[in-house]
């Protein structure tokens, strides 16, 4: 016998959560999580302080209004990101749970989401529900049936929180297609530099694909022994990527990243120096002369894979979702938040806001579609 709901949110991450509590009392609603705990991904983010939204972002003030309205009060920081005012992540979780479970949502733990199929203007959901225990011997099907469904169950960055691309096959199972995936917000790699393993230095990173630049990030630049990672290298990762016709493997010979490990000091100021120790810590001043201080030139050799990306390039194109509704344009009574989303924003705020924004505007639209009936 399948369990009946008014709306199954697939995905008890950052835009699954929101919807639930913002999803009218009146109707029956649930979560499917395949994790044994909601919102594993949110408790890791912003180093575990949950940089919430951003200040430049529009939809800023709404999310911050919803959080309010929550309980969760916010603070601002430096670069316009906005963070929970206790600084932790878990009590963005344990509020947004909380806030779901008095409204009266049934949150399905374990519980993985195999496939859709829409009859008769309704969903069956089919699932698999792990015992506590967790072993794939324990797994139990379970069905759900429902007249509408929010796709929240993220990208394929991160899969050690749960993301591995399932919602992908789900949507395009119900219509939809999909654009070319890959890792953004992660590391890049130079080849061996372990000597400066652990190393940090204040710089302006610039990419450049063959020899042109195509964009520059001033920020904390971290050597981790096979390359580079920070902010402000994790930001130029979107733009490290295959032309049409060639594989990442062919176009990385294109990239270069080129470091200025002095922003802050002119030709002139460095002019007759024979070494760049005093400026650089020892260990990078051996590697760097004082002649390339201003512009270290770094091969591209690759980008870290999903495991350390903090974000999913590409995704269900946002243009087969209505802007306001977040309703699927190829099926109706279905819609799509969240990271599953072919729409990403740099570090800082942008990628939970997304989560936020169009979570809220799906709970909008099914509270409406549902005052209507
Ligand atoms: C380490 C790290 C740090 C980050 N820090 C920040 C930050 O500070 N600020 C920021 O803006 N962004 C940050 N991000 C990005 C941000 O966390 C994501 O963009 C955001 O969580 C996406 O929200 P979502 O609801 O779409 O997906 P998620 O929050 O990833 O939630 C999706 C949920 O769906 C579940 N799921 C998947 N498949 C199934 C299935 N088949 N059945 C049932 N459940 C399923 C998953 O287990 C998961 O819990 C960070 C990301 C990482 C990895």
């Not at 009946?4 to 509590?21: E, F, T």
Request: glycine share 12%.
């Amino acid at each position: 016998m399948s369990r009946r709901y008014d709306v199954c949110i697939i995905g008890g991450g950052a835009a699954g959560l929101a919807a639930a509590v913002s999803i009218d009392r009146s109707l029956k609603t649930c979560i499917l999580e395949k994790n044994p705990i909601p919102g594993r991904k949110l408790l890791a983010t912003g180093g575990g302080r949950c940089n919430l939204t951003n200040a430049a972002c529009a939809g800023s003030r709404k999310t911050l209004d919803f959080f309010a309205s929550i309980g969760l009060e916010t603070r601002l920081e430096e670069e316009g990101r906005y963070y929970p005012y206790s600084g932790r992540a878990s009590d963005v979780v344990k509020i947004l749970a909380d806030r779901a479970d008095e409204a009266g949502r049934d949150l399905y733990l374990n519980c993985e989401v195999r496939s859709i199929q829409k009859r008769d203007g309704r969903f069956l959901i089919r699932a698999e529900e792990k015992s506590a225990r967790g072993g794939a011997r324990d797994a139990a099907p379970v069905s759900f049936d429902c007249g509408r469904v929010l796709l929240a169950c993220g990208g394929k960055a991160g899969p050690q929180y749960g993301t591995t691309g399932d919602g992908y096959r789900l949507a395009t199972s119900l219509g939809h297609s999909l654009n070319r995936v890959y890792p953004i917000l992660t590391a890049v790699e130079c080849g061996d530099m372990e000597d400066l393993k652990g190393i940090r230095a204040r710089g302006k990173v610039t990419l450049k694909k063959d020899g042109v630049p195509l964009a520059s990030e001033t920020g904390e630049i971290q050597f981790t022994g096979d390359g580079i990672s920070g902010i402000c290298v994790f930001n130029l990762t979107p733009l490290i990527r295959a032309g049409e016709g060639e594989t990442l493997q062919e176009a990385l010979g294109r990239f270069e990243v080129c470091l200025d490990l002095a922003p802050d000091l002119t030709d002139e100021r460095l002019e007759g120096r024979e070494s760049s120790f005093g400026i650089l810590t020892e260990a990078l001043a051996e590697r760097v002369p004082v002649e390339e201080i201003k512009d270290w030139r770094l091969p591209v050799r690759g980008v870290k894979g999903w495991r350390q990306a903090q974000c999913t390039g590409g995704g269900i194109p946002l243009s087969e979702a209505d802007p306001v509704t977040m309703e699927s344009r190829c099926c109706g009574g279905l819609y799509l938040a969240g990271e599953i989303l072919d729409r990403q924003g740099p570090c800082g705020g942008y990628n939970l806001q997304n989560a936020w924004e169009t979570a809220l505007a799906a709970a909008e639209a099914i509270n409406a579609a549902a005052a209507e009936k």
